[in-house]
């Protein structure tokens, strides 16, 4: 509600009218009572199943629409003006003042924007006569728009009060809340854009079939004083929030902790973020159900693809234009077409898209003044368990060799042999052909270099060093080339699809090659198909579910995948316990373009237990394939209780070492690497080093009394280790192999009489939860900052928390809620009971525990000692991270407690986004001096995923040829002979190291130049627990086989689609 101070210093004559919210469904607001003398009266529509409607409009031929109208008065309040500014301001009270004045303008704008809308088109249109646009039509198409009219210039009005007392409060955050976060801003905001896509249909059709409309739009436009087109005007409703959360986020970056204005403006974020991120989605499934309509509309009636769309169960993942290309068998472009590609949770469809001819003066006029759609003609359509992603390179080895491939659009005149077929359809077959030339001739030079070495005399340019030079300057062709079919690769979308079987009954497949717009959408086509063929498994049919929704409705877009279901140890009749797990990506692996795409985040998955008051054990997985596989297990002294990744240190915090050509660090163990630090039940503390440089135990040390370790958190200043007796022991940082200290004593803190169940470190400060209690120390000194009780039972012990944006997030030993708490003012901001949102899962369960917690791309997850798994939406920016869904319920889980939640995440190779512009430009660049030898390889060529039949590229060595005598064997153009001929900057060869396991990396330096690049996010969330269970299925277990029994220590891995 606004505030009662909104009107500023101006008295209203009489009563004023306040809000009032219509119990019936589907009204929006009216003004109680009646306006100020002088004013025109409010008109009120209230919806009605019977023909009585009370209307003051004038407009008879008005059909009920089923709303709440409200007519906007000309009530013009004062704009909102800044005074002069006061002597003495602060930069930041500066800064603050002038985005305040941005967000007025910008207000100010839209109002107006609005206004026009309504007064430039709706009004016109609505008394025009003849009417171009009916009544019923123009109702469609500003449905709601005098709603979101009078919404704002409320919001001006209180925007007036709080400028004009600007200087003395300085407070503009609770105003955003009180304006946006009512139900009703959301139900206006929801019906306009759930309308938008209708409504621009509308228009388009009028502007197609109506002259006068058209030149209406285009008259109305010339009068405008910006040229703003009607479209332009009305899509910016739906560019409104993503503004105000822009100019709140500069606002608040400019808001020093401690202000009174700081806690409001971190809720206000939240608010407009959650108002956005709902329209977005309400957006997001209005134009799937148009443009499967759209599709729909192509298909005949009788057909069976029409029955499948329009059965209401299809979900559109993803809908692209991709150019279709037709390749003859010298490696010719034949042909190519835009098609319109749709991927639906079952099947992939696609279709011819065919624009009308130019009509009414041409498209391309209409065009300008409103976005037309094309029409679909469905060209083919296949099952998605049928469609196989084949990459260049992988001849023969993801489907059956038997299968004849023919190209789909053509090139019917195929050989019969399936393998030169391969040859010729893969991509561009020339640049395969040259590769397998060029191959054929090192073959050749090399046998010549044998035959050399054998002769007696010494001739002038017949010599092991020339000869040694011919092979390294075809190796450097060979792998020009191979960059070449690399780069092709990253745009090319192969499809292998079924076919009909010929004469004889042999299957016959076909492929399509599609050509992206750009890398990032070959890696998304690519990888939607791959979790969308996942989430047609039965333990995925459904894997989710709304407390509130019947079983029938789908799981949202965001809902994760379930990928697999694995045992946690390899050895099971030791019946280890679980106790921790992390995991520890690798900075750069090498990986073929479609393995980037599907697998798993890369790296590698520690997993710790043990037997109580025995032996411990640790199993390494690698998650290079879809699936994690075992690459190494060790036993321990004890059982291990936690476990920290310790990542490399950042540029910032190594200082200049990794860019100072003093330290040039030929050897690359020599560099600090990342590692994993292992806390066990005997008292020890591992650090391990990671498992690309050989998993070597590289310090271990005993805490003080040889307390448990129950929790470990890396900080910027010390590796903290939480104890049984409440202690906390903190090992000072320093630099080498090892970053902590762990020879010398540790620094001990007693926190409380209890155990510390958990740490978290902050950006400034360390919280550390003893019992109820949470202490915040200072994470440089470790001084005591403040202490706070999360939980008023003196029994209660705080066991998790986590953090995002400014709250963190705490459960407890006992009891099914969850608090939220302010990370500035430490204030108790919200609690959620999980107990409600399983009930329907788990009937007659009262007692419910919070066993684990995790926060990761704005999903809260939460596991319960009852084996089940609950996902809460939260806010993923600077603001409060607010639950306000009511979230889903995950229909996989364990036998028992989820004894924790955890996140792999790795960022992809950065090269993968570069565009062929990039790659040549990187050709041409200076080198940056990555490489440590004396003549380093331009950083294009640093980090290339090249695929070969045997092995992976991991990474080369340069060798260079400038000493050797002669001309330069070289794919670059001649030097001047002028004698710097003998002086080569770059190298004329490389020598590949090559690896037949794909499970184990050599390690590679990043490119510098490339940390400003965009970056592709993959990430999967881990659950351990006992067994596996199915709460969908009455036995508890899925069609499948549970790949564990239910005793045995479990982990399920969840895939999110690839963050891009």
């Known amino acids: 509600m606004l505030p009662s101070g909104s009107w500023g210093k101006r008295k209203p004559q009489g009563r004023w009218l306040g809000w009032a919210r219509s119990d019936a469904p589907g009204a929006m607001w009216a003004r109680q009572e009646g306006p100020p003398h002088g004013h025109p009266r409010a008109v009120v529509r209230c919806p009605s199943s019977s023909s009585s409607s009370v209307s003051c409009s004038g407009d008879s031929e008005e059909e009920d629409m089923g ?112 304006s946006f976060s009512k139900s009703m801003v959301l139900d206006v905001y929801s019906d306009y854009v759930n309308n938008f896509t209708n409504a621009m249909s509308i228009i388009k059709k009028a502007c197609l079939t109506k002259p006068a409309f058209l030149e209406f739009l285009k008259r109305r436009q010339v009068c405008s004083p910006d040229r703003v087109t009607l479209y332009g005007l009305m899509v910016k409703p739906i560019q409104r929030f993503p503004q105000f959360i822009l100019l709140l986020q500069d606002m608040l970056k400019n808001t020093p902790r401690g202000h009174p204005d700081r806690l409001s403006l971190q809720l206000a974020l939240t608010e407009l973020e959650t108002l956005a991120e709902k329209l977005n989605e309400q957006k997001r499934l209005a134009d799937q159900v148009a443009e499967i309509q759209q599709l729909t509309k192509s298909v005949s009636d009788r057909s069976s693809l029409n029955k499948l769309l329009t059965s ?140 050399i070495s054998t002769l007696h005399g010494t001739y002038q340019n017949l010599n092991m060093t020339v000869a040694q030079d011919w092979c390294l300057a075809l190796q450097r062709l060979m792998r020009v080339k191979e960059e070449e079919i690399h780069s092709a690769n990253k745009c090319r979308l192969r499809l292998l699809l079924p076919g009909k079987p010929d004469k004889s009954g042999r299957p016959i497949s076909f492929m399509v090659v599609f050509i992206t717009p750009n890398p990032l959408s070959k890696i998304s086509w690519v990888n939607r198909l791959h979790l969308a063929k996942i989430g047609l498994r039965e333990e995925n049919q459904p894997g989710w579910r709304c407390p509130d929704e019947d079983k029938k409705s789908k799981a949202p877009f965001w809902c994760p995948t379930l990928a697999c279901c694995t045992p946690a ?118 650090v391990y080093s990671s498992v690309d440089t050989g998993t070597q135990c590289l310090a271990t040390c005993r805490s003080p009394g040889l307390q448990p370790v129950l929790c470990l958190r890396c900080s910027p ?119 409600t949102r399983t009930t329907f899962l788990l009937p007659g369960q009262k007692h419910l525990c919070v066993t684990s917690l995790l926060i990761c791309q704005g999903l809260l997850w939460v596991g319960t000692d009852q084996g089940v798994i609950v996902l809460l939406p939260v806010p993923r920016l600077e603001g409060i991270p607010k639950i306000t869904g ?88 001649p030097a001047p002979a ?55 299925s009455a036995s508890g277990v899925g069609g499948r086989p549970a790949p564990c029994g239910e005793t045995d220590s479990t982990l399920l891995i969840w895939q999110v689609p690839l963050t891009l």
Request: glycine letters at 8%; charged letters at 20%; aromatic letters at 6%.
């Open 312 to 451: 209401g169960q299809r979900q559109l993942l993803l809908c692209e234009t991709l150019t279709e290309t037709v390749y003859g068998d010298r490696g010719q472009l034949i042909k190519s077409k835009e098609r319109r590609v749709f991927l639906l949770n079952d099947m992939l469809v696609c279709a011819n898209i065919n624009f009308k001819p130019a009509t009414h003066r041409g498209q391309l006029e209409i065009s300008s003044l409103v976005p037309l759609g094309p029409k679909y003609v469905v060209k083919w359509n296949t099952a998605l368990p049928q469609v196989q992603v084949v990459e260049a390179g992988q001849e023969g080895g993801s489907y059956d060799k038997d299968n004849v491939l023919i190209q789909h659009a053509g090139a019917k005149k195929a050989s019969a042999s399936g393998q030169a077929q391969n040859k010729v359809y893969f991509g561009p077959p020339r640049l395969f052909q040259e590769l397998q030339d060029l191959q054929k001739d090192l073959a050749v030079v090399e046998q010549i270099t044998l035959l």
């Open 569 to 686: 140890f390899s050895s099971r009749g030791l019946s280890l316990q679980l106790g921790a797990l992390v995991h520890s990506p690798v900075s750069c692996p090498l990986l073929g373009f479609s393995a980037v795409s599907t697998s798993l985040p890369q790296g590698y998955l520690w997993v710790g237990g043990g037997q109580e008051g025995a032996s411990g054990q640790v199993e390494i997985f690698s998650l290079n394939r879809p699936s994690p596989r075992t690459v190494k297990s060790f036993p321990l002294a004890a059982p291990v209780l936690c476990m920290e990744h310790i990542p490399e240190p950042e540029e910032g915090e190594s200082g200049d070492r990794d860019g100072d050509e003093g330290h040039p660090a030929p050897d690359p163990s020599a560099a600090a690497h990342p590692a994993i630090c292992l806390g066990l039940q005997d008292g020890s503390i591992l």
């Open 717 to 835: 200043f010390h590796l903290l280790a939480g104890l049984q007796d409440g202690t906390l022991a903190a090992y000072p940082r320093t630099g080498g192999d090892v970053p902590w200290n762990l020879e010398s004593p540790a620094v001990c803190l007693t926190v409380g009489p209890g155990p510390i169940r958990t740490l978290l470190s902050l950006e400034d400060a360390v919280w550390a939860s003893c019992g109820p209690r949470v202490t915040v120390l200072d994470a440089a000194s470790l001084q005591t900052q403040q202490s706070f009780e999360a939980h008023q039972d003196e029994a209660v012990s705080v066991t998790h928390m986590v953090k995002a944006g400014s709250g963190v997030w705490m459960a407890f030993s006992s009891g099914s809620s969850i608090r939220l708490f302010h990370t500035e003012t430490l204030e108790h901001l919200q609690e959620i009971n999980i107990a």
């Open 886 to 973: 009511k979230g889903m319920v995950s229909l996989n889980g364990h036998c028992g407690p989820v004894t924790f939640l955890a996140v792999a995440t790795s960022i992809l190779a950065l090269d993968i986004l570069r565009s062929d512009q990039e790659e040549a430009e990187g050709l041409e660049d200076k080198p940056d001096g990555q490489a440590p030898e004396p003549a380093p390889a331009p950083p294009s060529h640093v980090g290339r995923e090249l695929t070969r039949k045997k092995g992976v590229l991991l990474q080369y060595r340069l060798r260079s040829t400038a000493h050797l005598p002669g001309p330069l064997l070289s794919v670059r153009e």
């Open 67 to 178: 709303l709440l109208e409200v007519s906007v008065t000309d009530i013009k309040p004062p704009a909102p003006e800044l005074g002069p500014m006061p002597d003495g301001l602060s930069p930041q009270q500066v800064v603050r003042r002038h985005i305040l004045g941005s967000i007025v303008q910008s207000e100010g704008s839209y109002v107006e924007s609005l206004k026009r809308v309504l007064q430039d088109y709706r009004n016109p249109l609505m008394e025009m006569e003849p009417k171009v646009l009916s009544v019923r039509k123009c109702q469609v198409v500003f449905f709601r728009v005098k709603e979101i009219l009078h919404c704002h210039s409320m919001f001006r009005i209180a925007l007036s009060s709080r400028v004009a007392e600007w200087d003395s409060t300085e407070k503009i955050g609770d105003l955003f809340v009180a």
């Open 978 to 1032: 002028d004698g710097s001929a003998l002086e080569h900057s770059e190298e004329d060869g490389s020598i590949y190291e090559m690896a037949d396991d794909p499970d184990v990396w050599v390690r590679s330096r990043p490119c510098a130049r490339d940390a400003h690049r965009k970056e592709i996010c993959s990430v999967a969330i881990i659950s351990g627990g006992q067994g596996y269970r199915n709460f969908g």
